[in-house]
């Protein structure tokens, strides 16, 4: 078929479309290479569908506005409302969101369920996952006695870190 993945385990994706309504310039250019001068406008997208559960609607629906330029036409993708708000704020800053160009999305772009749930994981600011890991032993004999078998591999080199 497509080679989109609708469902994980005990996730679904929607879908949802989203037009560049106008170009914003770009604040802090500083990070942008002098040779590309187009990428000095900020493109803002706003909403123009509902949450979509199927491929096929999604298809459906960028059919109907094939006359718009594909390249002013978003497809975002996320496992729920809320996250699918976040991608929009985050793609409208400017930043990494979960969404492709309706002509990648056309053209069979593919987006995996996994790879949504990651990002999704990664950009979630509710903890932080950056702290460091404090190591203890675990208290039963035999697991003490292969991370100890774990650590003498690692030592003569059997095990890369």
Not at 3 to 26: H, N, S, W
Not at 31 to 57: D, E, F, G, Y
Not at 151 to 158: A, F, I, N
Request: glycine share 4%; charged share 25%.
């Amino acid at each position: 078929m497509w080679g989109y993945t609708l469902r994980g385990k005990d996730t679904m994706i929607y879908y949802r479309v989203a037009f560049c309504v106008e170009q914003a310039p770009v604040e802090s250019t500083e990070h942008i290479n002098s040779h590309c001068q187009a990428l000095t406008q900020q493109m803002v997208w706003k909403w123009r569908s509902t949450l979509l559960t199927s491929p096929h609607a999604l298809f459906t629906l960028l059919r109907a506005y094939n006359y718009i330029p594909k390249e002013n036409v978003r497809v975002f993708f996320a496992s729920s409302e809320t996250e699918m708000e976040d991608m929009l704020v985050r793609q409208n800053a400017g930043q990494i969101s979960s969404s492709v160009t309706a002509d990648q999305f056309m053209s069979g772009k593919r987006i995996n369920t996994m790879d949504v749930k990651r990002l999704e994981f990664e950009l979630n600011t509710d903890k932080d996952h950056d702290e460091p890991y404090k190591f203890t032993l675990p208290l039963s004999i035999s697991e003490r006695m292969a991370w100890i078998a774990l650590l003498r591999k690692r030592q003569q080199g059997e095990l890369e870190s």
